[in-house]
């Protein structure tokens, strides 16, 4: 066997094993959140969706009682919307993003919170956690207000 036939033989193999990899392996999710933030009664969500047209998104999204480990019944939703491709950063009110008008700051126990949600689309998942909020009084302290 030549050298040229080695050498073809060679990239014929990448090719097909590149081929293979990309028909195995999962593709990038279309939403990419880069931050998920409770502030004040306000949920903040840095995303990227990489799709080049809107994509329709299946989501469901809570408020999580660290200490108990449990999610706040009332504070908990599901549903599905269009996405529009691109970086963006919105905002919803607390009961808009869980999708449930009981969820309010002020239905909030005092204690230690996280959001939580997840997007489905086919087969596929992705999501996201907010890092810990401190609610007191009805009203989100910083961790040296406690």
């Not at 994509?55 to 009332?74: G, K, L, M, T």
């Not at 970086?87 to 808009?96: A, T």
Request: hydrophobic share 40%.
């Amino acid at each position: 066997m030549s050298m040229t036939q080695t050498i073809i033989g060679g990239v014929i193999m990448v090719v097909l094993g590149s081929a293979v990899l990309q028909g195995v392996l999962p593709s990038p999710a279309p939403i990419v959140v880069h931050k998920l933030e409770y502030l004040d009664g306000d949920v903040f969500q840095d995303r990227t969706i990489t799709s080049d047209v809107p994509f329709y998104i299946s989501w469901a999204a809570q408020v999580v009682d660290v200490e108990a480990s449990r999610i706040i019944p009332w504070c908990a939703g599901s549903g599905a919307n269009p996405y529009p491709p691109g970086h963006k950063i919105v905002s919803f009110p607390l009961e808009d993003w869980v999708g449930s008008a009981g969820c309010s700051q002020d239905s909030l126990p005092d204690g230690e919170y996280k959001l939580a949600v997840a997007w489905r689309w086919g087969d596929e998942t992705t999501g996201a956690e907010s890092a810990v909020f401190i609610i007191k009084d009805g009203i989100q302290v910083k961790g040296d207000d406690k």
